[in-house]
């Protein structure tokens, strides 16, 4: 089946940067997107490539490289708040029918 | 600004007992998808809807049944839980017509079945 491969725990200090690394399975591949958890809640979108390159929004970007099969999350200036569950998802079809990788824990202290 | 609803937020169920998940968008999305969360194992697809009227099997389907008899609604029932269906449930929809990659969530049924 299509799987996705992402680092299980990453921990960071607040005020660091920290890359969150995604690797899929290309076949039908249409576009990445991530998500964050926080523990607890639902799932929200952070955001979506379906094209190679870097897309910005605030603290947070992702980028995506097609001929590598590869994405990441990059996130800045790291907040106690940011300490959730992050989630690359791919959709295949070219509908929103996503595959989510098994997620990974970030922990900022302090 | 409602969203996804979903009830029951939580329920323990005997084993073999029949229950239905229910899920409610005001958003008017024609698309719909119920998702199943397990530790270590992310969200795995268990049904999906296009538009009403219709529906598709994800990755998990066995064990479980939906419906779409019109756009807001999209109930997931389980015939005769079992334990391995201990889990947490979330209901989600989007607007396909718009590619994004965005879903929208619902808080999540967390289900125990004894």
């Known amino acids: 089946g299509q799987s996705l491969e992402q680092p299980s725990e990453v921990t960071a200090v607040e005020g660091a940067i920290v890359q969150i690394n995604c690797t899929y399975q290309?076949?039908?591949?249409?576009?990445l997107s991530w998500y964050q958890q926080h523990d607890g809640g639902a799932p929200t979108f952070l955001s979506y490539?379906?094209?190679?390159g870097l897309e910005e929004t605030g603290r947070f970007s992702s980028f995506l490289s097609r001929s590598d099969s590869y994405g990441y999350l990059l996130l800045q200036e790291l907040q106690m708040k940011d300490s959730a569950s992050y989630f690359c998802?791919?959709?295949?079809?070219?509908?929103?029918?996503?595959?989510f990788g098994t997620g990974t824990r970030l922990l900022v202290s302090p | 600004i409602a969203g996804i609803t979903q009830a029951p937020t939580s329920q323990i169920l005997a084993a073999g007992r029949r229950m239905t998940l229910r899920c409610t968008q005001d958003?008017?999305?024609?698309?719909m998808y119920w998702y199943r969360q397990d530790l270590g194992l992310g969200l795995r697809l268990i049904h999906y809807?296009?538009?009403?009227?219709?529906?598709g099997k994800g990755e998990v389907p066995d064990g479980y049944s939906v419906s779409r008899a019109n756009t807001d609604d999209f109930p997931l029932t389980l015939a005769s839980a079992v334990p391995s269906q201990t889990s947490v449930y979330f209901c989600?929809?989007?607007?396909?017509?718009?590619?994004?990659?965005?879903?929208?969530f619902g808080e999540g049924s967390r289900l125990t079945v004894l």
């Open positions: 989600a929809s989007s607007d396909s017509r718009h590619n994004t990659g965005e879903l929208f």
């Open positions: 290309t076949s039908g591949f249409y576009g």
């Open positions: 490539n379906a094209l190679d």
């Open positions: 998802a791919v959709s295949y079809t070219g509908f929103q029918k996503l595959v």
């Open positions: 958003m008017r999305h024609n698309a």
């Open positions: 809807s296009n538009t009403a009227g219709t529906t």
